[in-house]
């Protein structure tokens, strides 16, 4: 089933944003490197920049649920160009940090994008929308982290990221058209009051703290044990993120159908296979598809997402996506610190524990996981009405 028309629109943005992200986000830390970061400064920065976004997706939310949510988009995607022109432009580690942090800064949108396309998205399931939608977004970074790598290696890292920033320029245009959506009115006398008390939401909650840290902690310094342990340069890691991206697309594109719960375990799976390559093989083939599974970390936190609205009522789902996507951050943040300690006393630490925890919290989801919606969903409102596929 197609795409509304208002969520194709979000994916063609997702594409060119996308391509921007792809050219530097799997180059980031060694960029930092390059400016003078150790092991341990490099996980202090990404944890500290990821911190400010851990802080900004329940405010998001709420503003969204509140006052609607196409100008919180806007202003995300122009403070993102913003963001990567500072960090162009920077001559130092501490300006280059500060363009850093309010790139993450500007990913409070992700509470209000979540919203909006399960709000537009017509008579198609939650996981499906999300996993087309945000199909935009690999389908762009599949070719942008090899051309990246090799500007990087050709020219220097710096000017990847003013290229991102043009590329944000135009995917913000693409935004611009994009129809508002009424804000739902609550059923009861306070807007959130039963959501702080829903239990199933709060145990979700409580899982997926659990769960992505255990998937998310090999992530920050991946691309430094690439290149120290396995010898692959600036470029070669560029491919290898185009892996990754292209893991992406497949994962939502075949997958995205599935039911929530299992597509987040599989996405467990795919990130144990991953680290398993990463410690045992360093050739160029097997590192492709350790690469590729590392598409699991996106691939899980869409499926978490789309279980979110299975145990929350439709006025409630911004500052519930706000919440989940804080919590994801938040585990970002203790995975960066812990990984930089880690990786100092042994760069393959970080993997390590990260296998074993992805073993012991595999079961977990398999027994706590949401199964069944809380309540009847109606279909959504905006875009091609009809009922809407919750139960799948």
């Known amino acids: 089933m197609a795409l509304s028309r208002d969520n194709r629109r979000i994916a063609l943005a997702l594409l060119l944003a996308g391509v921007g992200d792809g050219m530097f986000f799997y180059l980031r830390p060694l960029y930092l490197k390059e400016l003078g970061a150790d092991p341990v400064a490099i996980g202090s920065i990404l944890a500290t920049a990821s911190a400010v976004t851990a802080f900004t997706h329940i405010p998001a939310g709420y503003l969204a649920d ?28 501490e300006g280059f940090v500060a ?8 990913n409070f949108v992700m509470a209000p994008l979540t919203a909006y396309i399960v709000e537009a998205r017509g008579a198609q399931s939650v996981q499906r929308a999300l996993t087309m939608s945000f199909s935009g977004y690999g389908i762009g970074n599949v070719m942008s982290p090899a051309v990246g790598g090799l500007i990087g290696r050709t020219y220097g890292l710096r000017l990847v990221f003013g290229l991102a920033a043009l590329a ?6 693409v935004l611009m058209p994009l129809r508002p959506q009424p804000v739902a009115a609550p059923t009861g006398r306070t807007r959130y009051a039963a959501l702080v008390r829903n239990q199933r939401f709060l145990g979700f909650l409580a899982l997926m703290f659990l769960a992505l840290g255990a998937m998310v902690l090999g992530i920050p310094l991946l691309p430094n044990y690439v290149a ?18 292209l893991g992406i697309v497949v994962l939502n594109l075949t997958l995205g159908q599935r039911l929530p719960r299992r597509g987040f375990m599989i996405a467990q799976l795919l990130m144990a296979l991953s680290v398993l390559l990463l410690l045992t093989t360093g050739q160029v083939g097997w590192m492709g598809l350790a690469y590729f599974c590392q598409a699991g970390w996106n691939f899980g936190r869409t499926m978490a997402l789309s279980q979110v609205r299975r145990v929350v009522e439709a006025h409630e789902t911004g500052l519930a996506f706000g919440f989940t996507e804080t919590i994801a951050y938040v585990v970002i943040v203790a995975a960066s610190f812990a990984a930089g300690v880690l990786y100092q006393y042994d760069p393959a630490l970080p993997f390590k524990l990260s296998l074993g925890l992805i073993a012991l919290t595999l079961p977990l989801v398999w027994l706590f996981a949401p199964r069944h919606d809380a309540h009847t969903v109606e279909a959504s409102p905006v875009g091609e009405a009809s009922t809407a596929g919750e139960g799948l």
């Open 228 to 245: 120290e342990v396995w010898g692959f340069d600036v470029g070669m890691i560029g491919v290898f993120g185009t892996f990754q991206s």
């Open 99 to 106: 363009g850093l942090i309010l790139f993450m800064f500007a």
């Open 168 to 173: 944000y320029v135009a995917s913000t245009f």
């Open 66 to 93: 509140r006052f609607g949510r196409k100008h919180l988009i806007l202003f995300s995607w122009t403070l993102t160009a913003v963001a990567l022109l500072v960090m162009h432009l920077a001559r130092s580690l």
